[in-house]
C-alpha cells in the first residue's frame, strides 16, 4: 500500500526559508506514475492548495498566495517529493500535506478530491 510521509516542518521568521520533504513508500511505487502536490491547512480555515507537479515533472502549478515564492520539485532518482518555500509570511503558517494520485489517467491535479493518497501533515510556524 502506497504511504507518503513528510518532514521538515518548524518554525520560521518572516523573510526565511523552509523546505519541506515527501517520502513515497509501499506498493509497487514508481515515482513517475504518480502526480502529487501539496497542501495546506491553517487554524480555523479550509483546506489551501499550495503547489502540483505532473507525474513526469514537466509540469507544475502554484496557488495564487505562494505563486513566485514557493517551488515545488521531486527527485528523478529516488521518491521524494520536495517544497521549498522562500520570503515566508506568517500566512504561510499551517499544517503542510503532501498528496499522491495513484491513477495514472491523472497528469497533474489542483483539486483536493482528485488526491487519493494523503499524508499526516507538517507543522509549519512563521512567528517573529
Known amino acids: 500500500q502506497v504511504q507518503v510521509k513528510e518532514s521538515g516542518g518548524g518554525m520560521v521568521q518572516p523573510g526565511g526559508s523552509l523546505r519541506l520533504a515527501c517520502v513515497v513508500s509501499?506498493?509497487?511505487?514508481?515515482?513517475?506514475?504518480?502526480?502529487m502536490g501539496w497542501f495546506r491547512r491553517a487554524l480555523g480555515q479550509e483546506r489551501e492548495f499550495v503547489a502540483a507537479i505532473s507525474r513526469t515533472a514537466d509540469r507544475t502549478y502554484y496557488g495564487d498566495a505562494v505563486e513566485g515564492r514557493f517551488s515545488i520539485s521531486r527527485d528523478n532518482a529516488g521518491n521524494t517529493l520536495w517544497l521549498q518555500m522562500n520570503s515566508m509570511e506568517q500566512e504561510d503558517t499551517a499544517v503542510y500535506y503532501c498528496?499522491?494520485?495513484?491513477?495514472?489517467?491523472?497528469?497533474?491535479?489542483?483539486?483536493?478530491?482528485?488526491?487519493?493518497?494523503w499524508g499526516q501533515g507538517t507543522q509549519v510556524t512563521v512567528s517573529a
Open positions: 498528496a499522491a494520485i495513484q491513477k495514472i489517467f491523472v497528469n497533474i491535479a489542483t483539486t483536493a478530491e482528485v488526491y487519493d493518497t
Open positions: 509501499g506498493g509497487t511505487f514508481d515515482q513517475y506514475k504518480y502526480a
